[in-house]
């Protein structure tokens, strides 16, 4: 059974307007959550974490929000530019598990003109 | 840059053979990971490795098997390959521990496995 759910596989946006995906996960354990951004053909490449002690951190024009007593996450990118388009994986873990991560399905964003 | 590469972009098997996928990092990373990637499934963690010679099984195992001889080269093999394991295979690199802010896993660009 997954354990991260993105329950969004798609996501359409303009561009110059604010993307935002969402994030769900089951295991109370999870106190450390990343954000992937893969491109076809290519591996992901991480963009944004936070641990859960936070419930914000922000990267240039990401954010991700943690909420922890709704086991909900979500990562915003204002303003959404082309080069955004891409498959975005959640992922998240203790923090005694090795680096083990768990995964969600994916979200494709596709920005439009 | 932490470089992991992957010694094939795209590979094509006959059911049955015994596969041996590569994975190279050159960043003295001590843990290294392999996945495999299917739509509408992410990614899901097969075996990793924390240590040379150490293995540890991830969700899906079965079929597989790893091999780290040495700290930089970490090896999956599929032992007699099925169609079942056509996928898209990624192999990933962090620095030793859990996961901690700035530590992220780096993924190299990935295996497409067919086997027919």
């Known amino acids: 059974d997954q354990q991260v759910k993105q329950n969004s596989p798609s996501l359409s946006v303009q561009e110059g307007r604010i993307s935002i995906l969402n994030c769900d996960y089951t295991n109370s354990m999870f106190d450390y959550f990343l954000w992937y951004k893969k491109y076809p053909a290519e591996g992901p490449t991480f963009l944004i974490s936070i641990s859960s002690i936070k419930d914000k951190n922000e990267d240039g024009r990401f954010t991700v929000f943690l909420n922890k007593s709704a086991k909900h996450l979500s990562l915003h990118i204002v303003p959404s530019q082309p080069g955004d388009s891409a498959v975005y994986f959640c992922?998240?873990?203790?923090?005694?598990?090795?680096?083990?991560?768990?995964f969600g399905a994916g979200t494709q964003v596709v920005v439009t003109p | 840059d932490v470089k992991v590469t992957q010694s094939s972009r795209y590979l094509v098997k006959r059911t049955g053979e015994k596969v041996f996928l590569e994975c190279v990092q050159d960043?003295?990373?001590?843990?290294m990971f392999w996945y495999r990637q299917d739509p509408g499934l992410g990614l899901r963690l097969i075996y990793f490795s924390y240590d040379v010679k150490m293995k540890e099984k991830g969700d899906i195992p079965e079929g597989y098997s790893v091999s780290r001889e040495k700290k930089e080269r970490f090896s999956l093999i599929l032992e007699s390959a099925s169609t079942n394991q056509t996928s898209m295979y990624l192999c990933?690199?962090?620095?030793?521990?859990?996961?901690?802010?700035?530590?992220?896993?780096?993924f190299g660009d990935g295996t497409r496995l067919s086997i027919l």
């Open positions: 960043m003295d990373h001590e843990n």
């Open positions: 990933a690199s962090s620095p030793g521990g859990g996961p901690r802010i700035g530590q992220p896993q780096h």
């Open positions: 992922a998240s873990a203790p923090s005694d598990s090795w680096g083990k991560l768990q």
